[in-house]
C-alpha cells in the first residue's frame, strides 16, 4: 500500500520561499498523478496543484499560479512543491495525495500524507 510523507515545511517571511517533499513507501510512485493541498485553520481543504505520473503536465490553482511549481523525480519516489513569493494567506497544511489522473474530484485521490506546517509570516 503507497504511503506518502510530506516534509519541507516551517516558518517563512512573506516573500520568501520553500521547498515541500513528498516522500512515497509500499509503491513506485510512476502509478499516480500527485496532487498538493492545503486547510487553513477554518477554512476548506483547497487544491493547489497537480502533476501527471511522466511529469509530462502540471495544473495549479489560481491563487498559486506563478509563484509555486510542482515537480517529481521517480527515480526518487518523491514529488516538490517549490513555493516562491510566498503571502500570509499560504499559511496553511499542506498534504500531497495519489490518484490515478490528474483532474479528478478529492474524493478520488486515495492516499494521503499526514500533512506538513507552512506558517508565512514576519
Known amino acids: 500500500q503507497l504511503q506518502l510523507v510530506e516534509s519541507g515545511g516551517g516558518l517563512v517571511q512573506p516573500g520568501g520561499s520553500l521547498r515541500l517533499s513528498c516522500v512515497a513507501s509500499g509503491s513506485t510512485l510512476d502509478h499516480y498523478a500527485i496532487g498538493w493541498f492545503r486547510q487553513a485553520p477554518g477554512k476548506e481543504r483547497e487544491a493547489v496543484s497537480c502533476?501527471?505520473?511522466?511529469?509530462?503536465?502540471?495544473n495549479y490553482g489560481d491563487s498559486v499560479k506563478g509563484r509555486f511549481t510542482t515537480s517529481r523525480d521517480n527515480a526518487k519516489n518523491t514529488v516538490y512543491l517549490q513555493m516562491k513569493r510566498l503571502k500570509d494567506e499560504d499559511t496553511a497544511i499542506y498534504y500531497c495525495?495519489?490518484?490515478?489522473?490528474?483532474?479528478?474530484?478529492?474524493?478520488?485521490?486515495?492516499?494521503w500524507g499526514q500533512g506538513t506546517q507552512v506558517t508565512v509570516s514576519s
Open positions: 495525495a495519489a490518484t490515478p489522473l490528474c483532474g479528478a474530484a478529492m474524493s478520488a485521490y486515495d492516499y
Open positions: 502533476i501527471t505520473t511522466s511529469g509530462g503536465s502540471t
